[in-house]
Antibody
Framework: EVQLVETGGGLIQPGGSLTLSCAASGFTVGSNYMSWVSQAPGKGLQWVSVIYSGGATYYADSVKGRFTISKDNSKNTLYLQMNSLRAEDTAVYYC???????????WGQGALVTVSA | EIVLTQSPGTLSLSPGERATLSCRASQSVSSYLAWYQQKPGQAPRLLIYDASNRATGIPARFSGSGSGTDFTLTISSLEPEDFAVYYCQQRINWPSTFGQGTKLEIK
């Protein structure tokens, strides 16, 4: 059974930094595409970033230059380093594994990030 | 960026009825479109990929069709557990984008 477990969410002041982690079991992070998808309270889904099995990365324009996606294959864990956080970054952040490359087959339970003074 | 527009915003139906949800893309996405179901407090679940292929474990009452810019998700006979929000997603390029969602509610 595939499990993705996000940790690291919380309350952070505007301009601050936070790192989310996503630990995988039953699924190999290093061999698959992995993404972060956000959902602001009461809103729809927004793709944030992807990292390919080979390490290439892509970002949504709204987070480019502020967020960094990475992975540790030895720990089977995905990360999202979030810098210069803004109120509009407030959302539940899901990690998603996609063995089909471009569709999000597996999802974590989400980590809530609240950016507020 | 490809914009996906879903309609209707809310669909009110009764169990046993047929549901038809629409997703229109601002430019062709070929058949590179997926559908997801999300229930309150839960993560989304992949239902359909490549426009018409059911994901693992998805009941046969869910079907997808379309190509290019117009896509449809059909639920042939609604079960109580099908009332949720449904999103389409395109994957022809990055950034991948989602539609704004259709809420399927019990009438």
């Amino acid at each position: 059974e595939v499990q993705l477990v996000e940790t690291g969410g919380g309350l952070i002041q505007p301009g601050g930094s936070l790192t989310l982690s996503c630990a995988a079991s039953g699924f190999t992070v290093g061999s698959n595409y992995m993404s972060w998808v956000s959902q602001a309270p009461g809103k729809g889904l927004q793709w944030v970033s992807v990292i390919y099995s080979g390490g290439a990365t892509y970002y949504a324009d709204s987070v480019k230059g502020r967020f960094t996606i990475s992975k540790d294959n030895s720990k089977n864990t995905l990360y999202l380093q979030m810098n210069s956080l803004r109120a509009e970054d407030t959302a539940v952040y899901y990690c998603a594994g996609h063995p089909r490359k471009y569709y999000f087959d597996y999802w974590g339970q989400g980590a809530l990030v609240t950016v507020s003074a | 960026e490809i914009v996906l527009t879903q309609s209707p915003g809310t669909l009110s139906l009764s169990p046993g009825e047929r549901a038809t949800l629409s997703c229109r893309a601002s430019q062709s996405v070929s058949s590179y479109l997926a559908w997801y179901q999300q229930k309150p407090g839960q993560a989304p679940r992949l239902l359909i990929y490549d426009a018409s292929n059911r994901a693992t474990g998805i009941p046969a009452r869910f079907s997808g069709s379309g190509s290019g810019t117009d896509f449809t998700l059909t639920i042939s006979s609604l079960e109580p557990e099908d009332f949720a929000v449904y999103y389409c997603q395109q994957r022809i390029n990055w950034p991948s984008t989602f539609g704004q969602g259709t809420k399927l509610e019990i009438k």
